[in-house]
């Protein structure tokens, strides 16, 4: 079934940080490649397993260059990552076993 603008409340909202987002997509972390789009936000799971209790989520925000990078620190469960948004997710310095997830309005 397509998309049915008639069935959507929130069509005509202003995209900003801080309205919903429009797309949810898990990505995987890349050392050589930015987001396809650039992500709002992120949102991570952590295992409960996850090596020392805490992960780590290595990005760099839209307006970094590229070797500019940010380590942020996740405990286990479901949360959002401080509101920033993100050009790229690094492999190396983030967390094996982590699920990703960038929202975006496009």
């Known amino acids: 079934m397509p998309y049915d603008p008639a069935r959507d409340p929130l069509k005509g909202l202003a995209s900003s940080l801080s309205s ?9 972390p890349a050392d ?5 789009t650039y992500a709002k936000a992120l949102w991570v ?3 409960e397993d996850v090596a020392g209790g805490v992960a780590s989520i290595r990005i760099t925000p839209v307006a970094g260059g590229d070797a500019d990078t940010v380590d942020v620190l996740a405990l286990p469960g479901l949360q959002p990552l401080p509101p920033c948004q993100v050009r790229r997710v690094w492999a190396t310095g983030t967390s094996a076993g982590l699920s990703i997830y960038a929202l975006t309005d496009r």
Not at 20 to 28: C, D, E, K, S
């Open 20 to 28: 919903p987002a429009r797309q949810l997509a898990r990505i995987t």
């Open 32 to 36: 050589g490649a930015d987001l396809a």
């Open 45 to 47: 799971f952590v295992p």
